[in-house]
């Protein structure tokens, strides 16, 4: 078969360079998904007689395991959400990215339903990279070099930002005399909630709490509470009641 003539319909072998967690969970999504899997391999091992190859390492490991996979199948790609196309070119065939917008904390996380940010140094590695999410059940989109960076950071900013965001929940919930824990278990429903509303409304609207109406007797009760039991987090929350503010004068004027 033309290597770009690989089917995602088909039997399909896919090499995965990586052991950590997202290699070892798309390993297991791919088996799930009927794909035959070498590995995960570990950093400086070559996968052989695979249809691709899917660099799962830190993005400053990208270009060393390319050259380690040089010519070894007719696609290579990488997971990075931020890492540009360019950094496969030692591989020396058509490379491709695949990122899933996914959090992945365990191995066992699921894909299905989520989105993949992909792209194709050719036509054929961009197909691939998309029939291959989709054979995950994720909804490919197409992202590009020069757009690489805001999108990687969106992410980040939402997943990686909220987990810092409830540590200091959880900091400041200590104060009223409750374990860590069980702050953590309390407020896990009202995170739930908030993120379900954001998606169904949009920030503006799903926006609620003392700053939205504009009660700053409360927010000043808040902020002395902050400085009282976590100082170190009294200019977080100064500079998030700020954007908050900015955030509730747009629902405001809409």
Not at 114 to 138: C, D, I, K, Y
Not at 202 to 221: F, H, K, M, N, S
Request: glycine content about 12%; aromatic content about 4%; some cysteine.
């Amino acid at each position: 078969m033309n290597p770009h003539q690989t089917s995602l319909n088909g039997p399909l072998r896919v090499g995965i360079v990586g052991p950590g967690r997202v290699g070892t969970a798309l390993a297991r999504a791919l088996r799930d998904a009927g794909v035959a899997v070498e590995g995960p391999l570990g950093r400086g091992e070559r996968p052989a007689g695979c249809d691709a190859i899917l660099l799962c390492v830190p993005d400053g490991e990208i270009a060393a395991a390319a050259e380690v996979v040089t010519a070894s199948a007719p696609f290579v790609g990488h997971t990075s959400g931020a890492t540009p196309l360019s950094m496969l070119a030692h591989a020396g065939v058509a490379a491709f990215g695949l990122h899933p917008l996914q959090t992945v904390a365990h191995p066992g996380v699921r894909f299905e339903g989520v989105g993949a940010a992909v792209a194709g140094s050719t036509p054929e590695a961009l197909a691939f990279a998309s029939g291959l999410a989709q054979r995950l059940g994720m909804t490919p989109f197409e992202i590009d070099d020069e757009g690489r960076a805001a999108y990687h950071t969106a992410a980040s900013v939402a997943s990686n930002f909220l987990v810092t965001l409830q540590a200091a929940a959880e900091t400041i919930g200590t104060g009223a005399g409750l374990g860590r824990e069980e702050v953590r278990a309390l407020l896990a429903p009202l995170v739930r909630e908030t993120v379900e509303n954001i998606a169904e409304l949009g920030p503006e609207e799903a926006l609620t709490g003392p700053v939205a109406r504009g009660d700053d007797a409360t927010v000043a009760i808040q902020r002395a509470a902050v400085r009282k039991v976590a100082p170190e987090l009294l200019e977080l929350f100064d500079e998030l009641v700020r954007r908050t503010r900015e955030l509730a004068a747009q629902r405001a004027t809409a």
